[in-house]
């Protein structure tokens, strides 16, 4: 499932609570229905399918009944994609940081010599 851009914001707004956060990263061998995952937490049931239905909105988790469970898989190209953005930013940052420093050694090197 290949997540467009203008779904960045639902899919880093879904992963702004930890809770969220945590069930992604329990569903990532995909074990666990809703109702086991709802034994982890200090919530309801009701809470947790929230939670749970925010994830699947966004495209981070996917969920499969096999037999009378609902089993919670996480979408490992949705943590890509955001991993692929935060990494971007990541090489953004870094650069600019680099020629601020370089700038910032230029300008020192320059007031040594003016002595």
Not at 22 to 44: C, F, N, T
Not at 60 to 78: C, F, M
């Amino acid at each position: 499932m290949q997540i467009a851009p203008p779904d960045y914001d639902r899919l880093f707004g879904a992963l702004s609570d930890a809770t969220r956060r945590d069930i992604v990263r329990r569903a990532i061998d995909g074990g666990e229905g809703v109702a086991e995952l709802a034994g982890h937490y200090s919530m309801s049931f009701a809470a947790v399918q929230k939670h749970v239905a925010i994830l699947e909105r966004a495209g981070l988790v996917t969920k499969e009944r096999i037999g009378r469970r609902k089993v919670v898989r996480t979408n490992p190209e949705a943590v890509r994609v955001a991993r692929g953005l935060l990494d971007r930013y990541d090489e953004l940052w870094r650069g600019r940081i680099e020629r601020m420093t370089a700038l910032l050694a230029d300008s020192n090197d320059t007031k040594e010599t003016d002595r």
